[in-house]
C-alpha cells in the first residue's frame, strides 16, 4: 500500500542508472565499515532525499563530488521537502535538502525519534518565479494579486480582473500550483498567501519542473516554481512587486543576493545531529567555491557573489 | 473464490497402486496436497490481512472528535495541511475517480468488445495471431509512460483539437485509461467467445443467419458472463490505477463539470501525500481511509459482478 518514494513524473535517467550501479556494489552507511574497493577507504553511502527544487543540483553535487572522492556515493533522490523531512525524522537518511525551514515541531518530533537535534546548512538562495504563457502580455504582479489569484476567498479568477487581454475562451486563470509535500508550495503559502490555504481546484503538480511545463503548454495558466527551472521560448517569468504601487522587481541572481526580490529563499539541507566524517566533508565541500559554482550552473542563487568566476 | 477441494475420494484402481508405492512418494504427496491446499487458502489470509492492516492504521481517525465522517464524504474542501483550519472531505475525489473511470468504460468497452469479436470470429489465422501479439504488447506498457504519454502528447492534442484551456483533464486521464483497460477487456473477451461451443454456431449457419445475427444473437448473449467479467476487471484497472492518472488528470481537487476539467483521484491523492504525511498523524490516518474507502468501492464492483453473473447463471 505504501510506496517507497514517489517517483518524479520526469524520471531522471541518470539516477536511475546511479541506482543500479550501486546496487551492484557493497555499500555501507557513514560509520559503518564493512565492503570496500578502493583500497584504504572504505566505501560510504550518503543518503540524500528531499525538495525537488533541489534535486537536480543535489545530483550534480553527488556526481562531482564522487570525481573527487570516489569512494563515496551520495545517493540522491526527490519527493518534495516535506518528504524529505519525514524520513529525516524517522532516521531513514542522512541528509534532507529542503526548500523551507524545518517547523518547530518537526524539530521536535525528530529530537524525539531519534535522540539528535537536527542541524542546519544554508546552501545557496532560490527565487520563487511566477510563470506565465510566453505570449501572455503581463509582465508584472504584486503580491496582493498573486494573493487574490491563489488563496481561498480571493476575488481573481478571470485574466481580465488583471486588465490582461486574453482570447474569451482562455480568460478563467488556469492555477498551477504543487502538491502539498513540497516545500514550494509550504513557502508560496506562507509568504504570499500569508498561511491562508490555496483556492481549490488547482493544478497541483508533482515536480518543480511539472509546472513550468504545463505553464508552457497552457495559454491561460499561472505557476509558481523555482529559478532554475525557467525555460526561455516556453514560459515568462513574471517581474514581482511586493505592495501595489512600489516597483517591480526582476527575479535573479543579483536581485535575489541584494535581497530586493520580494519571494526569495534559502536552500538548506538538514542532518541529525552535528555532521561528522564524510559527510562533514560532502557538506563543507558544497560550501566551497567548487560546491557554489555548481548552485550557480544550476540556475540558482550561490551565496557568495561572483564564485563563478573562472 | 471456490474452495480448494482436498478430499477427493481416490478411484479404487489408484489405491491399489499407492499401496506399492515406496514411504516418501506417500509422504511427499501429502506435502505437496498440504502445500496446494495452503496456497488455495492463501489468497484469503492476504486479503483479510491487507484489509486488517489498511483499517488499524485508519481506524484510531473514527474516535478522534476533530473528524466528522459526514464531512469525510460529503465535502469537497481537501486541506489536509492546512496551517488555519485542517479540513479532509473526499468528495471532490470521489466524482474524480468515479468520472474518470465511467468515461474510460465508455471509451474502452466498445472498443475492447468490438476487438474481441473481430478476433474471434472475422479475421483470418494470421492476422489473429498479429493482433493478439500487438494487443498483448500494449498491456505491457508500464503505467508511468502512459502518464507520461498524457502528460506531452495527448494534452497537446486535446489542447489543440478540442480548444480546452488545459490539456491534462478528465478527457485525457479517461482516454489514457481506456487505452490500459482495452487489452484486459480483449484477451478476457476473445477468451468468453472462444467458450461458446462451436455446435452453436453450426446450428444458427445451419439456420442460415448472417454473420452479423450470429454474433449479436447467438454468440453475445452465450457468451454474456464472460464479456462482463471482462468489463468488470477493467473498471477494477480504472478504480485502481494511480500513476498514468495522476499525470494525465491535473491532479486538482474539483468536481468535474465536463469533460474538460481537471479532476483528482483517490489513488493518486494517496500517492501525492503518503510520503510526507508522518506516521500516526491525522493526515496519515486519513490517507488510509481512503485506502478503506477504495477498498470498499471495489468489493461493491466486485459483489455486484457476482450477482449479475449469479442470476444470469440461474435464468
Known sequence: MRPAHRSSCFPQLGLAACAIALALQPGCKPGGSSGGSGGANPRITIQNKGSDTMVNVAQVWAEEYKKIHPHVDVEVSGGGSGVGIAALIKGTIDLASTSRDMKAEEKALAKKNTGKEPREFVVGHDALVVYVHKDNPLAEITNEQLADIFAEGGKITKWSDLGVKLPADRDVIVRVSRQSSSGTYEFFREHVLNKRDFKLGSRDMNGSKEVVELVGLTMSAIGYSGLGYNEPGKVKMLKVSPKAGQPAIEPGVATTLSKQYPIARPLLLYTLGEPTGELKNYIDWILTDAGQQIVEKSGYVPLRAGTSKP | ?315
Not at chain 2, 497402486?17 to 496436497?33: F, M, Q
Not at chain 2, 490500459?180 to 473477451?189: E, K
Not at chain 2, 493526515?283 to 474507502?293: A, D, E, K, S
Request: glycine share 8%; net charge neutral; with cysteine.
Open chain 2, 1 to 315: 473464490m471456490t474452495e480448494p477441494n482436498s478430499a477427493t475420494p481416490a478411484p479404487p484402481a489408484f489405491a491399489v497402486r499407492a499401496a506399492k508405492r515406496a514411504a516418501w512418494a506417500v509422504v511427499g504427496e501429502k506435502i505437496l496436497e498440504a502445500l496446494v491446499y495452503l496456497c488455495g487458502f492463501s489468497a484469503i489470509v492476504f486479503v483479510l490481512g491487507i484489509f486488517l492492516f489498511v483499517f488499524k492504521e485508519a481506524f484510531p481517525i473514527l474516535a478522534n472528535d476533530n473528524f466528522s465522517l459526514t464531512q469525510f464524504l460529503f465535502s469537497p474542501e481537501w486541506y489536509p495541511t492546512s496551517e488555519v483550519n485542517k479540513r479532509y472531505g473526499v468528495f471532490a475525489m470521489i466524482a474524480g475517480t468515479c468520472s474518470v473511470t465511467v468515461l474510460a468504460m465508455v471509451i474502452a468497452v466498445p472498443f475492447g468488445l468490438g476487438a474481441a469479436i473481430y478476433i474471434s470470429e472475422f479475421c483470418g489465422h494470421k492476422t489473429r495471431e498479429i493482433l493478439k501479439i500487438v494487443i498483448e504488447f500494449l498491456a505491457a506498457v508500464p503505467s508511468v509512460v502512459w502518464g507520461f504519454i498524457g502528460l506531452t502528447v495527448m494534452s497537446r492534442l486535446i489542447v489543440q483539437y478540442t480548444g480546452a484551456p488545459v490539456g491534462v483533464n478528465m478527457l485525457n486521464g479517461g482516454i489514457i485509461l481506456a487505452l490500459m483497460c482495452v487489452p484486459i477487456i480483449v484477451s478476457i473477451s476473445e477468451d468468453a467467445l472462444k467458450a461458446v461451443p462451436d455446435s452453436y454456431r453450426e446450428a444458427a449457419i445451419a439456420l442460415g443467419v448472417t454473420r452479423w445475427q450470429l454474433v449479436w444473437r447467438v454468440l453475445l448473449p452465450a457468451a454474456k458472463n464472460g464479456l462482463l467479467a471482462a468489463v468488470l476487471l477493467g473498471v477494477g484497472r480504472g478504480v485502481g490505477e494511480t500513476m498514468a492518472v495522476l499525470m494525465a488528470t491535473g491532479h486538482a481537487v474539483h468536481i468535474p463539470n465536463s469533460v474538460f476539467d481537471s479532476v483528482r483521484t483517490l489513488t493518486a491523492n494517496i500517492a501525492s501525500e503518503l510520503g510526507e504525511a508522518p506516521a500516526g498523524s491525522d493526515h496519515y490516518r486519513v490517507l488510509f481511509l481512503i485506502g478503506v474507502l477504495l477498498f470498499t468501492l471495489t468489493f461493491a464492483v466486485n459483489l455486484i459482478a457476482d450477482t449479475i453473473v449469479r442470476g444470469i447463471r440461474r435464468k
